[in-house]
């Protein structure tokens, strides 16, 4: 099942303007992960937050972490029309042999209006 | 080379064809994954190969068939499939966890359409 849920489901703001999209999770976490997704195309890592951190910066991007309340956010600053897309959080579970799963939220579409 | 290779980017077959879905990747990951992907959903891992050899399959039909002939490729053979089987299957490979975790590398994905 998947263990994350994010919200917004859809989220349609003006070029410039900031994008939060937020993701709860249900069980202890290592790490969470958000990645983006271009219509009909692969996923693209945006960053990688650790549970011992609190917050993490990547050029506009702003990941914040509150493992006390299973949540993060993700920041959008300054957007663009090309940050147009789906961005999905996610946490990891450990593998045998070093291999990870990942198991995705929802999801977040995303929308920057010109 | 950061890149994640999957071949063919679309594909229509009939339910009694049998094809292959093709991943590839040059960054020397151990691990490696196939996912399905419904429209407006998100990922459903498949399966996950580790060191060439199978390590979890999500209790995947068994029309489904991966293969991991070497450590830079991956197949995912098909036969006998449903119409509710259409998706965008995605590859994906990850360096080897350890106590430390990483990112996974995604390809652009397969468009399969069953007829």
């Known amino acids: 099942s998947q263990q994350g849920e994010e919200d917004p489901q859809a989220l349609s703001i003006q070029e410039g303007e900031n994008a939060t999209m937020n993701c709860s999770y249900k069980?202890?976490?290592?790490?969470l992960q958000w990645y983006r997704q271009n219509s009909g195309r692969g996923l693209v890592h945006l960053i990688l937050i650790r549970s011992n951190e609190r917050e993490k910066h990547s050029g506009r991007l702003r990941v914040t972490l509150d493992t006390s309340k299973k949540s993060s956010s993700l920041l959008i600053t300054a957007s663009r029309a090309a940050d147009t897309a789906s961005y999905f959080c996610?946490?990891?579970?450990?593998?045998?042999?070093?291999?990870?799963?990942?198991?995705f939220g929802q999801g977040t579409r995303l929308t920057i209006n010109p | 080379d950061t890149e994640v290779t999957q071949t063919p980017k679309h594909l229509v077959m009939g339910m009694t064809n049998k094809k292959s879905l093709k991943c590839e990747q040059h960054m020397g990951h151990r691990a490696m994954y196939w996912y399905k992907q419904k429209a407006k959903k998100p990922p459903e891992l498949m399966f996950v190969y580790s060191y060439e050899k199978l390590s979890i399959n999500e209790s995947v039909p068994s029309r489904f068939s991966p293969e991991c002939p070497n450590s830079s490729l991956l197949n995912l053979h098909l036969h006998a499939l449903q119409p509710e089987d259409s998706a965008l299957y995605l590859c994906?490979?990850?360096?080897?966890?350890?106590?430390?975790?990483?990112?996974?590398?995604f390809g652009p994905g397969t468009r399969l359409t069953v007829t």
């Open positions: 994906a490979s990850s360096q080897q966890a350890g106590i430390h975790y990483y990112e996974q590398y």
């Open positions: 069980t202890s976490i290592n790490n």
């Open positions: 996610a946490t990891v579970r450990p593998l045998i042999q070093g291999a990870q799963k990942l198991v």
